[in-house]
């Protein structure tokens, strides 16, 4: 069974700190996508990585995959209110269209 | 802005009764998925069509959910004989074939209460 594991599940921090996400596996994956979901509200897509060693930026998150295709990791610097939600990675397997979802990371930044 | 569409947003039901939920995807979209969602995880996966053919199944669906895509547009979700434990968000993506092929567009969810 493949799976995608999320830390931490929870963090609360101050606006202004950095902090990072992390989505590991077992498995090689062909992608990787992070999405954010406020509540009550679908997910959105952020970004997704494709070659080992990728790394994305989108303003102020950094996104990279590692060298394997194994796991990802997010980090924001100078986390703001407005970067408070739910932070999902999927990954994509190589054999079929399903996506394997992490549980999430709930991140709140207090103002 | 043509995105992913879900109604109702909300539904409340008895235990017992059926209920459907509606969305419709991009218009470009021929792949489209259904998760469900609780509070604090991921979307796990129930079903997905591509155009207008049912590909895939979660193992886990009960027969009392099914789900159709007619004309490979809109898509439906039926929950027959609701139980308090089908209470969540059901998510509804789109995604069309392309280079970053897994790429997945969201709905905003129909969230489901049974009393």
Aim: aromatic share 10%.
């Amino acid at each position: 069974t493949q799976l995608l594991e999320q830390s931490p599940q929870f963090l609360s921090i101050q606006e202004g700190e950095n902090l990072t996400v992390y989505c590991n596996s077992s498995s090689v994956f062909s992608s990787l996508q992070w999405y954010r979901q406020e509540p009550g509200e679908g997910p959105v897509l952020l970004v997704t990585v494709v070659t080992g060693g990728e790394v994305k930026k989108l303003k102020r998150l950094t996104f990279q995959f590692g060298d394997a295709r194994k796991d990802s990791s997010l980090h924001i610097t100078a986390a703001q209110p407005g970067d408070t939600g739910l932070y999902l990675c999927a990954g994509a397997p190589n054999s079929n269209y399903q996506l394997i979802w992490g549980a999430g990371t709930k991140l709140i930044i207090k103002p | 802005d043509t995105g992913v569409s879900q109604n109702p947003r909300h539904k409340i039901t008895k235990r017992g009764q059926n209920v459907t939920f509606r969305c419709d995807p991009i218009s470009e979209h021929n792949r489209l998925y259904w998760y469900r969602q609780t509070l604090g995880q991921g979307p796990e996966f129930l079903t997905y069509f591509q155009n207008e053919a049912q590909l895939e199944k979660s193992r886990l669906l009960s027969d009392r959910f099914s789900a159709e895509r007619p004309k490979g547009s809109f898509s439906t979700l039926e929950i027959q004989r609701t139980e308090q434990g089908d209470s969540a968000m059901y998510l509804c993506a789109s995604s069309s074939p392309g280079r970053i092929f897994y790429e997945q567009y969201f709905g905003p969810g129909t969230r489901l209460t049974v009393t």
